[in-house]
């Protein structure tokens, strides 16, 4: 009997939920970065094999919020709750448990649904800890399962594959087999930019970034996409930075995004990259929705 159902992955940022995704799926769909709070929106990816298929949600990571694009995470955190089979909490905690992953634990301990616990990242811990952390958040009874795996390496994914199945009931094929992801290309194709520019930046202009494709035409006759795109920072320092001595960091930035976008597209690309100021974007709501952070 086929199997199907909705798994939602939570926890803190940079625990590796979207490096997760990335090694299940076999594709660069979750943007990753050692920033936190890459990951902005709700990100639906389909793993399907021959036995099943598994819907992810990879949401933001849990935090406080501290302006209005911080409460727009939180509460895509909630919705993802709400719609799943199996929820999915990874940490990469190895000391203690410490409090950010306590407020997520009290957040879904009463959900109606299997839990599993990932302890992540377990290619740079000894194997002693990982059992010592196992024993310690067993203590809450709250997951069905506990599992120590390393996204990065593909170690335990696969088991963790079969606890996922184990729990699904038998159910549809949602999505055609070679399905990968639900997010409209445009939004991949920004995600990139903007991991690119987050790579180059390095601490210099903290979050305060967004990127807005402004044209994306494919030229007729042509295996050529024509890309128009803007990177949004808040100030006019910010800007200089970006752009960089020379126009070399903004000259950086738009060839490494360009190969991944040909990549993904598997079609050459000619992308013209621009650095705009707006002020206090993350505050406001028209230019969220423009940005797709609405959806
Ligand atoms: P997210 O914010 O939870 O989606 O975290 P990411 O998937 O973006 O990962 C955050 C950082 O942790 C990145 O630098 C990853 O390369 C790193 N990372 C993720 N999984 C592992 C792992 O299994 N081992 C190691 N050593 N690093 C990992
Ligand atoms: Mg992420
Ligand atoms: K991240």
């Given at each position: ?23 299940m799926i076999g594709e ?17 990816t389909?793993y ?248």
């Amino acid at each position: 009997m086929f199997k199907s159902g909705f798994v939602t992955i939570i926890g803190r940022p940079n625990v590796g939920k979207s490096t997760l995704m990335n090694t299940m799926i076999g594709e660069k769909i979750s943007i990753m970065s050692d920033k936190p709070q890459t990951t902005r929106n709700k990100i639906r990816t389909v793993y399907t094999d021959e036995e099943a298929q598994i819907v992810f949600l990879d949401t933001p990571g849990i935090h406080k919020p501290k302006n209005q694009l911080g409460e727009f995470m939180n509460t895509e955190v909630d919705a993802a709750l709400e719609e799943m089979d199996v929820l999915i909490m990874i940490t990469d905690e190895f000391n203690k448990i410490g409090p950010g992953d306590e407020f997520i634990i009290e957040k879904i301990k009463n959900v109606n649904s299997k839990k599993i616990l990932i302890i992540n990242k377990v290619d740079m811990f000894d194997q002693a800890g990982a059992i010592r952390m196992a024993q310690e958040f067993g203590k809450y009874n709250v997951f069905d399962d506990i599992i120590p795996i390393s996204a990065l390496k593909n170690l335990g994914v696969d088991s963790l594959v079969n606890i996922i199945k184990k729990y699904l009931k038998p159910g549809p094929m949602y999505f055609p087999g070679d399905f990968i992801t639900d997010r409209p290309e445009r939004f991949v194709v920004a995600e990139i930019i903007r991991e690119k520019a987050l790579m180059y930046l390095q601490d210099e202009v903290p979050h305060g970034i967004a990127v807005e494709i402004e044209e994306m035409k494919e030229r007729k006759n042509r295996n050529l996409v024509d890309i128009r795109a803007s990177i949004l920072c808040e100030k006019k320092s910010h800007k200089s930075i970006i752009i960089g001595k020379e126009g070399r960091k903004i000259k950086g930035i738009g060839k490494s995004a360009r190969e991944d976008i040909e990549k993904l597209l598997g079609s050459q690309v000619n992308l013209q990259l621009f650095v705009k100021i707006s002020e206090n974007w993350r505050d406001n709501n028209y230019l969220l929705k423009s940005l797709g952070y609405d959806q």
